[in-house]
């Protein structure tokens, strides 16, 4: 599993394969390709060069060794990983949306507030 942080530096979630996991240990999301989508199977954004962007190409989060995105905070300590709950079933998944070019900003959406 490696660890998603947000622009604080902290950890918010997991990503283990295509899966997403909050710091609970809960299902969140996952991936197909580089399109992220949340537990609904709704299209949030997606995951290029380790940083996780919303629909406008500004980066909500990101992982170990990102580097060509806004200026990085320093890492604080890292929560111990999850223990996994079950996996739901998840949706058909709609077509992802055409990503917007990627910006080296920050976007005003948190982890959570990316995911919903």
Same mark, same amino acid.
């Given at each position: 599993?490696? &660890?998603?942080?947000?622009?604080?530096?902290? !950890?918010?979630?997991?990503? +283990?394969?295509?899966? %997403?996991?909050? !710091? +609970?240990?809960?299902?969140?999301?996952?991936?197909?390709?580089?399109?992220?989508?949340?537990?609904?199977?709704?299209?949030?954004? !997606?995951?290029?060069?380790?940083?996780?962007?919303?629909?406008?190409?500004?980066?909500?989060?990101?992982?170990?060794?990102?580097?060509?995105?806004? &200026? %990085?905070?320093? %890492? /604080?300590?890292?929560?111990?990983?999850?223990?996994?709950?079950?996996?739901?079933? !998840? /949706?058909?998944?709609?077509?992802?949306? +055409? &990503?917007?070019?990627?910006?080296?900003?920050? +976007?005003?959406?948190?982890?959570?507030?990316?995911?919903?």
């Amino acid at each position: 599993m490696q &660890a998603i942080y947000n622009k604080q530096g902290y !950890t918010v979630g997991w990503l +283990s394969g295509k899966d %997403l996991y909050n !710091t +609970s240990g809960y299902f969140i999301g996952y991936l197909i390709g580089n399109a992220v989508y949340n537990h609904k199977s709704q299209y949030c954004g !997606t995951l290029k060069q380790s940083f996780f962007r919303d629909y406008n190409g500004n980066v909500v989060a990101f992982l170990s060794g990102a580097k060509g995105g806004p &200026a %990085l905070p320093s %890492l /604080k300590s890292l929560t111990n990983k999850p223990i996994k709950k079950s996996r739901p079933t !998840t /949706k058909s998944v709609p077509p992802a949306q +055409s &990503a917007k070019p990627s910006k080296p900003s920050w +976007s005003k959406l948190n982890w959570e507030g990316f995911l919903q």
